[in-house]
């Protein structure tokens, strides 16, 4: 299997006036999922050909939901894993947050594959009108927390 010199993964937020949402996509090397998702199941995964897909579907949402976590304005959101798409060697994964009036300050969890890759490194864009703010996940800092204007 090749491997590649760096372990990162990409997550855009989208504070969504119109439907008082955010609206998350998230991309990881899918080859690294893989990796953390047979890990976590005890089961051979395979992304692109899977032998039961609807098994993998539900590995899937469990790890996304399970290593993204949100709090806004001190409370903790409830987020729904919506599916994935594959693009060349990524995959995005999408979701959204229950309904919630305009945020102020965002706590981001963000362990995805931490516990698999040590360098891994999650780099997370959180847009609210249409400004971006930014922060980094890693093994020895897995949250932080972005004043919004």
């Known amino acids: 299997m090749e491997t590649h010199p760096f372990f990162i993964s990409l997550t855009d937020m989208v504070y969504n006036e119109n439907r008082q949402q955010i609206e998350i996509a998230q991309k990881i090397f899918w080859n690294d999922m893989e990796t953390s998702l047979t890990i976590a199941s005890g089961k051979q995964v395979n992304f692109l050909k899977p032998e039961d897909p609807k098994l993998l579907e539900s590995l899937i949402k469990e790890y996304i939901l399970e290593n993204n976590k949100l709090e806004v304005d001190g409370k903790k959101l409830k987020l729904t894993y919506l599916g994935y798409e594959i693009e060349e060697d990524a995959a995005w994964f999408y979701m959204e947050s229950e309904k919630i009036p305009e945020p102020f300050e965002v706590t981001i969890y ?36 972005l004043e919004l204007d």
């Open 110 to 145: 963000n362990t995805i594959l931490l516990d698999d890759f040590p360098t891994q490194q999650n780099i997370v864009n959180f847009y609210k009108n249409r400004k971006p703010k930014s922060l980094i996940t890693r093994k020895d800092k897995i949250s932080g927390t």
